[in-house]
Structures are given as structure tokens and as C-alpha cells.
């Protein structure tokens, strides 16, 4: 939305979604150049996508009207154009809240979630200190420990997807490729924009299918041995499964965990 009020007004020039994606992209089209959008400060902005994930982005935004589309009559030719709209305005100003989160494609999601989560290990890098000061600080404020996770570069051998074969994955395909590459699953229930009782469903799903299921995506230590706990002591005594409810789950939730803790515990 900034990237449209630049090109819109403060250069005072008319804007379709091809072009704003390749002016967040970054492109070096001789067009770009001539109109001086190269720079603003929010080219190439989005230069990690490309222009057709933006073109989805804007698309996604068009759909809950934080920008809308109308007519330019420009001689002989009429074409859409972009333009905020007031609650657009209003939420990029930050003078109202964002009360509907865009739908954007699960793919579209992933990187960028991987995005966000590269960017914080180069910040973790860059500034130690100061990365100090606010893990105390979530520890002292929040009451949450944060974990340091040593991951490895996400790079794949494999031949990429197509979009066809993307297509026909199953959901479950989308939480699978953030939990390998150490996204909690706290974590894939805001990028994904499901619920934990959802993807634990996809889950599931996926050890029936045969995926292999790894422990730490699912369970704390300290989860995963109070359910063992629970449910031999429910064995042996007839009860009590009451203290398998935690607060932040709902009963399903809590009953998925146990189905995948038992599934878990026969391999």
C-alpha cells in the first residue's frame, strides 16, 4: 500500500497492478527508469518475489478493499488503475486497525514467512546486543522464553515444483515444508492462517498417508511426558484425562495431540 501511495501521490502518475509489481520488484525496465519510480524508497522493496506473487498480493488487497480499482480515461484508451482506498489510507497510517487479513496463496504465505524469519537471523547476527536486550525483555515482560534454533540454509536439491504439481499437493504439504525448516508450529498457525486444531488435523492426515512425523514439530518435551504420564496412569487406574487440558487448546486440539502422541509412540 505505501508502494502505490508513492507512485500515485507523490509522483502524481496513474498505476495498474503490472506496474506497482514491477516497481516493488524492483525491475530495471527502461519504462521504470524514464518515470523515475526507481527511486522511491519502496523499490524493489519486494524484490524476493516475483511480479506475479505481487500481482496475487495486490489482488488479495483489491478483494478486502484496502485498494480499489477504477477506470482511466487516458485519449482513446481506457484501462484500471489502482488507488487506496480510505480504509486503505487508514490502516497504512495505522489510524485503524486491519480487522481482515488478506488471503494470500499458501505459497505466497511460506516465503514470506521465510523472508521474516531469514531477516531475523541476519538481525540476530548483525546486532547481538542488541538482540540481548529484548529476549530479556521478553523474558522479564512477556513470560517467554525464546529458543535459539540452529537451522540449516534452505536450499533443496530437488527438481522445483510446478505450479500444476503445487497445485494438486494436499494442505497438509504447506505446514510440512515450515515445520522442516524449524518454523514452530505456533509459528505455521500465523503464517498459514489456521488453526492449531487445523493443521493438527492436516497432520493426521499426513502420518495416514505416510509422511514421516517428527516429534519436536508437535510436542514440548514437557508436553510430550505429561500426556505419557496421563495416559498410563489412565491405563492403569481408569482415569483421569482432566489433566490433559491445557488452557490455550481446545478439547479437540487436545484430543489430536493424544491421537498423534499414540501414533507417535508405536513407531
Not at 49 to 56: E, M, N, R, W
Not at 64 to 77: F, K
Not at 170 to 198: A, H, M
Amino acid at each position: 500500500m505505501s508502494g502505490l501511495a508513492r507512485i500515485t501521490i507523490e509522483r502524481n502518475f496513474s498505476c495498474g497492478k503490472t506496474l506497482l509489481a514491477q516497481v516493488l520488484c524492483g525491475s530495471g525496465s527502461q519504462r521504470i527508469t524514464e518515470l523515475r519510480l526507481d527511486t522511491i524508497t519502496t523499490y524493489a522493496r519486494l524484490s524476493c518475489y516475483k511480479q506475479k506473487d505481487v500481482v496475487a498480493m495486490v489482488e488479495a488487497l483489491l478483494n478486502i478493499g484496502l485498494i480499489r480499482q477504477e477506470s482511466c480515461e487516458n485519449g482513446q484508451y481506457h484501462r484500471p488503475v489502482l488507488a487506496l482506498s480510505d480504509r486503505g489510507n487508514a490502516v497504512m497510517r495505522g489510524t485503524q486497525p486491519l480487522e481482515v487479513v488478506p488471503q494470500f496463496p499458501p505459497m505466497i504465505l511460506y516465503r514470506l514467512g521465510v523472508e521474516m524469519r531469514a531477516s531475523q537471523r541476519i538481525s540476530k547476527v548483525e546486532n547481538p546486543e542488541k538482540n540481548e536486550i529484548n529476549e530479556r525483555h521478553e523474558r522479564n515482560e512477556i513470560g517467554f522464553q525464546p529458543k535459539l534454533v540452529q537451522t540449516s540454509p534452505i536450499v533443496s536439491a530437488r527438481t522445483p515444483l510446478t505450479g500444476e504439481e503445487l497445485e494438486q499437493k494436499p494442505d497438509y504439504f504447506w505446514t510440512f515444508q515450515l515445520l522442516e525448516r524449524n518454523f514452530s508450529l505456533e509459528e505455521c498457525v500465523i503464517i498459514r492462517n489456521r488453526s492449531k486444531t487445523e493443521l493438527l488435523e492436516g497432520i493426521l492426515t499426513a502420518m495416514d498417508d505416510g509422511v514421516q512425523v517428527r516429534r519436536q514439530w508437535i510436542f514440548s518435551s514437557e508436553r510430550w511426558q505429561k500426556i505419557r504420564e496421563t495416559l498410563q496412569n489412565g491405563m492403569a487406574q481408569g482415569g483421569e484425562f482432566d489433566a490433559l487440558q491445557e488452557e490455550s487448546n481446545s478439547a479437540t486440539t487436545n484430543m489430536l495431540e493424544v491421537m498423534i502422541y499414540s501414533r507417535l509412540n508405536q513407531i
